[in-house]
């Protein structure tokens, strides 16, 4: 039941929750700040104490996921990039009698690990639009830049773009290192004067892909996938 006026305005009065959010976000990834504030502001509506933390290596999601079960939550939101290293925690939450719901990544394996719900979208299907909009502009020889290696999500959108374009290949950077994602496609370009695009998976890296481009002496433009993930967006120079 919502309260009215004062401070409690838009808020609940059921009795408060704790609910722990772990994500495979890494460090300056404006996607995952704006997952957290959204986030954030429904616990401040629904009456819940949100512990977020997050890990973009799987071991260590894992580690996060356990430490949430292990101080009792009443719930627990992860993302499933690393399936794989996740389903020992998923496993221990569940056996605790913790509802486990998982969002952004891991499609193909949230149901077989028995987690109550997914809120995503299919990262395949992605890649496919994303290689359909290269192929109607003509596009050339593209990279398709996966910031976090292991993260089935990005291999499935490189794939799926890879299944509707005939012409791309991926290329794997360090997403939390900025200097090694532009030094990574920056070679590449120099490699290759054949490349006419750059697909990265996260507006940060596309803006780090624009240095790239300038610093390798290419004319190749760079798209991303858009904040849903859905669609490739071009990203010009100075915006």
Same mark, same amino acid.
């Given at each position: $039941? ?31 700040? $704006? ?59 569940? *056996? ?14 949230? $149901?077989?690990?028995?987690?109550? =719900? ?5 990262? *395949?299907?992605?890649? *496919? ?25 990005? *291999? ?6 890879? =299944?509707?374009?005939?012409? =791309? ?8 290192? &900025?200097?090694?994602?532009?030094? &990574? ?8 004067? $054949? ?22 002496? =290419? ?21």
């Amino acid at each position: $039941q919502a309260t009215e006026g004062g401070e409690g305005a838009g808020t609940v009065d059921t009795p408060e929750m704790t609910v722990a959010m772990v994500t495979h976000a890494g460090p300056g990834d404006t996607f995952w700040d $704006q997952v957290r504030s959204g986030a954030e502001e429904a616990a401040r509506k629904d009456n819940v104490d949100l512990e977020y933390t997050a890990d973009p290596d799987g071991a260590e999601q894992a580690n996060l996921v356990q430490q949430a079960v292990d101080k009792e939550v009443d719930g627990i939101a992860v993302t499933l990039a690393k399936p794989e290293a996740m389903r020992s925690a998923v496993a221990a939450a569940r *056996e605790a009698g913790i509802p486990v719901v998982a969002l952004n990544a891991g499609m193909e394996d949230w $149901q077989e690990m028995g987690i109550a =719900s997914f809120f995503g979208q299919d990262d *395949e299907l992605a890649g *496919e639009a994303a290689g359909e909009r290269l192929t109607q502009d003509d596009a050339g020889r593209t990279l398709c830049v996966i910031h976090e290696q292991g993260n089935v999500g990005h *291999e499935a959108r490189c794939a799926g773009l890879a =299944s509707t374009f005939d012409d =791309s290949e991926k290329v794997y950077v360090t997403g939390t290192d &900025t200097a090694n994602v532009r030094s &990574t496609i920056t070679a590449r370009l120099q490699e290759d004067e $054949q490349i006419t695009h750059v697909v990265t998976l996260g507006a940060p890296f596309a803006m780090i892909a624009l240095s790239a481009v300038e610093e390798a002496g =290419s004319e190749a433009e760079v798209a991303t996938f858009d904040v849903n993930d859905e669609a490739l967006t071009a990203i010009e120079d100075g915006e």
